[in-house]
């Protein structure tokens, strides 16, 4: 499999530079202000989750990340560019890929067809044969339509769609939810097959115990704030702490 970081000097920036720099983030559905000055980085080559209960604002954040919430203040850097005016189109065309809870698959087409409805845009995608590599599940069913696909299956031909287009910095929206055991150990693998090729990885979950699989570093997000963050390497000193944030 080709390596993205090859394709794509700034994945090669130097440690600690930012790909996606985040300050003082604030986001509105409407009237209603659901963001309240996010501030969170990620660098080149990390897995990096946000966590927190049900409508803290983790997935808010990644869609104002993506430019698609209607109104947003603030900073958003990418590879240090401001997006925080951009259209969600021009950010995606600068590579990077939001691939939502809901997973978008469409009914009416096959698995092929999915696959090859989003547009590359840029170097550096994964060729369909790269793809089932990581993925042999989508191989066997490539001419299945999408709703007959299982939730496992249908997660995987959402994420494998967005790899083709030759984004380097995913953004991953619950992708073990309402999954069996064995397909969140098989999207575990993934992404970090994923982090060794060289993706950047901003990952939600609630899922706690996957999130400590993966990542490298996590953000607490809360009433849409981030209100603590630790590395992998301190789980076990704030694990008090993280049972009276995430209520476990």
């Not at 501030?39 to 430019?67: C, H, I, Q, W, Y």
């Not at 953004?171 to 950047?200: H, N, S, W, Y």
């Amino acid at each position: 499999m080709n390596n993205p970081a090859k394709n794509n000097p700034a994945m090669n920036s130097v440690a600690g530079s930012p790909v996606l720099a985040v300050k003082n983030l604030e986001a509105w559905y409407g009237e209603s202000h659901i963001l309240h000055g996010i501030n969170f980085d990620v660098r080149p080559g990390e897995v990096v989750t946000l966590l927190g209960r049900n409508g803290a604002g983790k997935t808010s954040t990644l869609k104002s990340v993506m430019g698609i919430i209607g109104k947003r203040t603030g900073s958003v850097s990418f590879e240090g560019q401001e997006i925080i005016r951009m259209s969600s189109d021009r950010i995606a065309r600068l590579g990077v890929a939001f691939c939502p809870e809901e997973r978008g698959i469409f009914a009416s087409l096959d698995v092929k067809e999915n696959l090859l409805l989003p547009p590359i845009i840029r170097d550096g995608g994964m060729s369909l044969d790269q793809i089932f590599d990581l993925f042999p599940n989508l191989k066997e069913r490539l001419g299945s339509q999408g709703t007959k696909l299982s939730g496992g299956e249908q997660q995987m031909l959402a994420i494998a769609r967005i790899l083709r287009t030759g984004a380097r910095f995913l953004m991953l929206d619950e992708p073990t939810e309402g999954l069996a055991p064995v397909i969140i150990q098989q999207i575990g693998k993934m992404i970090a097959r994923l982090k060794a090729e060289g993706f950047t990885i901003l990952l939600v979950e609630q899922n706690f115990r996957f999130a400590s699989t993966v990542a490298d570093r996590f953000y607490i997000v809360e009433h849409g704030k981030i209100i603590d963050t630790f590395a992998n390497s301190e789980l076990q000193t704030n694990m008090e702490k993280l049972h009276t944030y995430l209520g476990v």
